[in-house]
């Protein structure tokens, strides 16, 4: 969402960057957030047709999707941009990425016109991944009627995981998803509602901020980011979510906004 009242937090969807200290980058997903990025990324090396991005997708529901057309290091030449993901059911990765580009909607038309060499490629979930300069492993998480990819990510002895798009079955945390968030330095983790709202929307494929409160307690992480915040919910509902949160555990968190760098 936009409009004043969603300033402090943002209102782009999911577009997650990692940087390790040698300057390697990694992407988690293409939602609206990319377009920011973007901009910091051609004023360096993406600008000049030199940069390399891994992009790991969760899944392709369109708010994870929708910056792709706008992300303009697609558009440079000699930049080397591979885009990782799981096989959505009944059709390829690739085939989702061309019609999303097709000219009904998009002048794109089609991912062999993107300047940057470009190259989809289908995971596993539950193998790690050969990630030049990172440490990834991932694990299959339910999200309503599907499934989505969670990841763990490990550069310079910082780990990180990102668990989104996620609703457990009964709200219980599956083993794939406290294994994978064991002992992380942080755990983003779905955080859409409230317990009252999660009551009204079970079923969506989304967490309540308790269901992000037990698996950083279980997993034992050092810091807890509440993520994926639900559209209607205004910077000052943020606020207080956050501090209804804090009194009910003892793991540090915050919810997390837009433009926050986060060191290790
Ligand atoms: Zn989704």
């Known amino acids: 969402m936009s409009g004043a009242d969603y300033l402090r937090y943002g209102g782009n969807t999911t577009a997650v960057e990692f940087v390790a200290a040698n300057g390697r980058r990694l992407l988690i997903d293409l939602g609206t957030?990319?377009?920011?990025?973007?901009?910091?990324?051609?004023?360096?090396?993406?600008?000049?047709?030199?940069?390399?991005?891994?992009?790991?997708?969760?899944?392709?529901?369109?708010?994870?999707?929708?910056?792709?057309?706008?992300?303009?290091?697609?558009?440079?030449?000699?930049?080397?941009?591979s885009i990782m993901g799981a096989e959505p059911i009944g059709i390829s990765l690739t085939d989702v990425f061309q019609n999303q580009l097709n000219p009904h909607y998009s002048p794109l038309n089609g991912l062999e016109n993107l300047a940057a060499g470009v190259t989809v490629h289908t995971i596993y979930p539950g193998n790690s991944l050969p990630v030049e300069g990172f440490e990834v492993s991932t694990a299959s998480v339910p999200h309503g009627g599907m499934w989505t990819t969670a990841f763990r990510i490990t550069a310079d002895g910082t780990t990180v995981v990102f668990l989104s798009d996620v609703e457990y079955p009964e709200s219980v945390p599956t083993v794939e998803a406290l294994a994978l968030a064991k002992g992380a330095d942080l755990l983003i983790h779905d955080a859409m509602f409230s317990e009252e709202e999660y009551r009204k929307r079970h079923g969506w494929g989304h967490s309540s901020v308790n269901t992000a409160i037990e698996v950083a307690e279980r997993a034992d992480v050092a810091r807890l980011a509440l993520f994926h915040h639900n559209p209607d919910s205004v910077d000052t509902v943020i606020d207080a979510m956050v501090e209804h949160a804090r009194e009910r555990t003892s793991v540090p968190l915050y919810a997390a906004a837009e433009g926050t760098y986060i060191e290790p």
Do not use: C, S
């Not at 992009?55 to 941009?81: A, C, E, M, W, Y």
């Open 33 to 81: 957030g990319v377009t920011e990025l973007a901009k910091q990324l051609l004023a360096a090396e993406f600008g000049e047709g030199k940069g390399e991005l891994p992009i790991l997708l969760t899944h392709t529901h369109l708010d994870h999707i929708q910056g792709l057309p706008f992300f303009t290091p697609f558009f440079v030449k000699g930049n080397r941009i």
